[in-house]
């Protein structure tokens, strides 16, 4: 019975020249050179120059500053960006209007900040309602309601009217 021994590393002691782990001193026994499986070692392989691959396109990556996209300030002319069919919705002491937010234009927005004022009869404002709508992109149609804020408020909110309208929007680079 002639079997193939190898010297285990650790130990000293012969063990099996296949064996993965030395049977006197429990130490593992592979290396990457005595893997025998032709598949694993390729892997092995094509692992380390994935990552090599990859270290030195990150290293070149972070020569080259990001772009630097200046931020569009927000036009209500220019920005496409359109609030209609808003509809008043009420219960209980609560004001709500939904309505939707079309982007008639070119930019995508990664907010809109839209805001109601319920007016009273003299004009003056008996409250504010705010809602953001999020990453609004061109052509999208959004719907969104705005609720006044309930709290301990039990008396209903008196008022004639609403403005509703776009406050501000930030714009989303590409
Ligand atoms: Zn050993």
Redesign the pocket.
């Known amino acids: 019975m002639s079997e193939e021994l190898k010297q285990?590393r650790?130990?000293k002691?012969f063990?099996k020249a296949d064996a993965v782990k030395?049977r006197?001193?429990?130490?593992i026994l592979v290396s990457f050179y005595s893997l025998k499986n032709p598949v694993l070692k390729a892997s092995v392989i094509g692992f380390a120059i994935w990552l090599v691959g990859f270290i030195l396109v990150m290293s070149i990556a972070q020569r080259f500053e990001p772009k630097k996209v200046t931020p569009k300030e927000f036009n209500f002319q220019t920005s496409g960006l359109v609030v209609s069919n808003d509809k008043l919705t009420q219960r209980g002491p609560t004001v709500g209007i939904v309505a939707e937010l079309k982007n008639n234009g070119q930019d995508k927005w990664s907010s809109v900040d839209i805001k109601a004022k319920l007016l009273k009869k003299d004009g003056s404002v008996a409250d504010l309602l705010e809602k953001s709508v999020y990453n609004i992109r061109p052509g999208e149609i959004k719907y969104f309601k705005l609720t006044s804020c309930c709290g301990d408020k039990s008396d209903p909110i008196e008022f004639e009217k609403y403005e509703i309208f776009i406050q501000d929007a930030i714009y989303k680079a590409q």
């Not at 006197?24 to 130490?27: E, I, Q």
């Open positions: 285990c650790q130990c002691e063990v030395c006197y001193c429990m130490s």
